[in-house]
């Protein structure tokens, strides 16, 4: 039983995907170019050539050289995420249960204490 | 070790996994293509573990998307479903474009030159939507992540005293 529920909801994970994918493939088949024309005009023909060949031949080894490019999209991270932080603070938090409410400021009991 | 128990430091050291691993994939010139490549279809497996832990809030949400949802579950549940879609395009792109780790699945080789580099760039924009939603997604989450690291942390103390 346990086991075809988890089937279960592979297969409306798998179903949900496929969906995604249709539109991306959509998507994908109303692009005409790599590039807009009008970026390839503006780098070239001999530089676009090269962002090309660039694009198809990556390094197929790891190279730790390469490390600060893996720190800095970490920092990137970060930044989105304390920025997330403070949007969300700022605009998901539920307002205050004394909003709209008047202060009571205690004077009668203060008095009486007096 | 109780069931509950396992299941946050599961779900605590998968998060964290995915996280370094949406950092990792970002450069293909640090990982190198083979590590890149191999990498991506391993996080396959890792979000649908994620997926499967969570799926009694993905229903839950899912079941009271029409109905009265504060701010924050509305928020929550459509940058959610943004960082699916994302992860589905980057993942079924990055298959596409393989060039290691899927021909050798399949027994085949293929040349570089064959690369549908629109492919190419929507892989990259996706893999920046993400990070983008990653970030978001562990910002909207920073409460729990804090006490499930808290949680783990504590346990580890105890465990080495």
């Known amino acids: 039983m346990k086991f075809v529920r988890l089937l279960s909801q592979i297969v409306v994970l798998l179903v949900a995907s496929a969906v ?4 991306t493939s959509i998507y994908h088949s109303s692009l005409y170019s790599v590039l807009p024309e009008a970026t390839i ?5 001999g530089a676009f050539a090269r962002y090309q060949y660039e694009k198809r031949h990556q390094p197929s ?12 999209y970490g920092m990137l991270l970060t930044i989105f995420t304390l920025t997330g932080r403070i949007l969300f603070r700022i605009r998901l938090n539920s307002p205050p249960r004394s909003e ?14 007096n | 070790m ?5 299941r946050l430091q599961t779900t605590f050291w998968l998060d964290i996994a995915l996280l370094v691993s949406v950092c990792a994939l970002q450069t293909v010139r640090f990982t190198g293509l083979v590590v890149h490549e191999w990498l991506g279809l391993a996080v396959i497996a890792m979000v649908l573990a994620h997926l499967l832990f969570s799926w009694s809030w993905i229903v839950t949400q899912s079941l009271r998307l029409l109905a009265l949802q504060t701010n924050r579950e509305r928020v929550n549940y459509f940058l959610n479903l943004a960082l699916f879609f994302s992860v589905t395009g980057a993942l079924f792109s990055g298959v596409l474009i393989s060039q290691k780790a899927i ?5 085949s080789k ?15 924009e996706f893999a920046f939507f993400v990070l983008l939603f990653s970030a978001l997604h562990l910002a909207i989450n920073w409460e729990w992540m804090l006490a ?6 504590r346990r580890f103390r105890e465990s080495a005293l």
């Not at chain 2, 109780?2 to 396992?6: E, H, I, R, T, V």
């Not at chain 2, 021909?103 to 027994?107: E, H, L, N, S, V």
Request: aromatic share 12%; net charge negative; no cysteine.
């Open chain 1, 20 to 23: 995604f994918i249709g539109l």
């Open chain 2, 110 to 124: 293929v040349s570089p030159d064959d690369m549908d580099l629109r492919w190419a760039g929507l892989h990259e």
């Open chain 2, 148 to 153: 499930a690291a808290g949680n783990v942390f």
């Open chain 2, 103 to 107: 021909p050798m699945f399949i027994g």
């Open chain 1, 61 to 72: 080894a790891a190279r730790i050289g390469y490390f600060s490019d893996f720190a800095a």
């Open chain 1, 100 to 113: 709209g409410k008047p202060i009571l400021l205690d004077l009668r009991q203060r008095r009486q204490e």
């Open chain 2, 2 to 6: 109780p069931a509950l128990k396992w």
């Open chain 1, 41 to 45: 005009e503006s780098i070239g023909p």
